[in-house]
Antibody, heavy 123, light 106 residues
Framework: EVHLVESGGGLVQPGRSLRLSCSASGFAFGAYAVTWVRQAPGKGLEWVALIRGNAYSRTTEYAASVKGRFTISRDDSKSSAYLQMDSLKTEDTAVYYC??????????????WGQGTLVTVSS | IVMTQSPATLSVSPGERATLSCRASQSIRSSLAWYQQEPGQAPRLLIYDASTRATDIPARFSGSGSGTEFTLTISSLQSEDFAIYYCQHYHNWPLSFGGGTKVESK
């Protein structure tokens, strides 16, 4: 069974950094893309970042709202993915989901979701 | 690409049919997925490629459309179907979701 578990969320002050982790099991982790999707309290879903699998050289994509501040990475030997979040803003407050990505011609859809970890950016 | 869902809220009685719409600001061919999110839960993939049901999704869920207009139909609403539904395009970068349609009990 595919399983994704996020960790690392918490309360952080604006301008500070936080690193989220995603631990995966139940599938050949290196072959799949991993993405982070966030959801602000009471709001809809927002795609944040994606890292492709080893067949696609682990290349990355970012939403404009986080480009230059967030960095997605992966360690296939640990079946884990990460989201390094720097220069955090109050508007980054959200539940962050780690999700497995399935490729289409260009983009990806998302077939297995973790339960999410809450990040609160506040002074 | 901007994804627009309508209506924002849909009030339906159990056993009735629910029809949800999703519109893309430009053609996305059939690169569209639908997700269901129950309260307090992570989203779940329902439909991909506009009309293909994901694994273990009941047949009462069906998707249709291509280009810019898409529809998710729930043929006979069950109690567990009252939730928020999101569409997502994956035609190009950046990926994006619609704002969601909340299906509530009438």
């Amino acid at each position: 069974e595919v399983h994704l578990v996020e960790s690392g969320g918490g309360l952080v002050q604006p301008g500070r950094s936080l690193r989220l982790s995603c631990s995966a099991s139940g599938f050949a982790f290196g072959a799949y893309a991993v993405t982070w999707v966030r959801q602000a309290p009471g709001k809809g879903l927002e795609w944040v970042a994606l890292i492709r699998g080893n067949a696609y050289s682990r290349t990355t994509e970012y939403a404009a709202s986080v480009k230059g501040r967030f960095t997605i990475s992966r360690d296939d030997s640990k079946s884990s993915a990460y989201l390094q979040m720097d220069s955090l803003k109050t508007e980054d407050t959200a539940v962050y989901y780690c999700v497995r990505g399935i490729p289409d011609v260009i983009g990806y859809f998302f077939d297995n979701w973790g339960q999410g970890t809450l990040v609160t950016v506040s002074s | 690409i901007v994804m627009t869902q309508s209506p924002a809220t849909l009030s339906v009685s159990p056993g009735e049919r629910a029809t949800l719409s999703c519109r893309a600001s430009q053609s996305i061919r059939s690169s569209l997925a639908w997700y269901q999110q129950e309260p307090g839960q992570a989203p779940r993939l329902l439909i991909y490629d506009a009309s293909t049901r994901a694994t273990d999704i009941p047949a009462r869920f069906s998707g249709s459309g291509s280009g810019t207009e898409f529809t998710l139909t729930i043929s006979s609403l069950q109690s567990e179907d009252f939730a928020i539904y999101y569409c997502q395009h994956y035609h190009n970068w950046p990926l994006s979701f619609g704002g969601g349609t909340k299906v509530e009990s009438k």
